[in-house]
């Protein structure tokens, strides 16, 4: 499966951003989908991770409450709502992939496909 991530941009603190990846290839809903970030000179690390239905979802306790991760399988696209942002959000922000009907998945190495990052900037 290939992976486009789109959405990002500058944003004031406290504001919101909606952030998308599509998804092209067969079988999008085998997949688990899921969120990372990488801040300058930091490691990319998890955000948010979503199982093939929908039905569960994980969310790194630093996003927990503000972030929303949602899929639509008819239009192979998911998505990150991502509200009261915070100057600390700032990252490049990647989707990845993983196929499995398991549960969600939180480990970077899990996942074997993974797009390109969108750039996300929250100013104070």
């Known amino acids: 499966v290939q992976l486009q991530a789109s959405g990002g941009g500058l944003v004031q603190a406290g504001g919101s951003l909606r952030l998308s990846c599509a998804a092209a290839?067969?079988?999008?809903?085998?997949?688990?989908m899921g969120w990372f970030r990488q801040a300058p000179g930091k490691d990319r690390e998890f955000v948010a991770s979503?199982?093939?239905?929908?039905?569960?979802?994980d969310y790194a306790d630093s996003v927990k409450d503000r972030f929303t991760i949602s899929r639509d399988n008819a239009e192979n696209m998911v998505y990150l709502q991502m509200n009261s942002l915070k100057p600390e959000d700032t990252a490049v922000y990647y989707c990845?992939?993983?196929?499995?009907?398991?549960?969600?998945?939180?480990?970077?190495?899990?996942?074997?496909?993974w797009g390109q990052g969108t750039q996300v900037t929250v100013s104070s």
């Open positions: 990845a992939a993983v196929q499995t009907f398991g549960n969600v998945v939180s480990t970077e190495s899990q996942y074997h496909y």
């Open positions: 979503i199982n093939w239905s929908g039905g569960k979802t």
């Open positions: 290839g067969r079988g999008f809903s085998s997949y688990v």
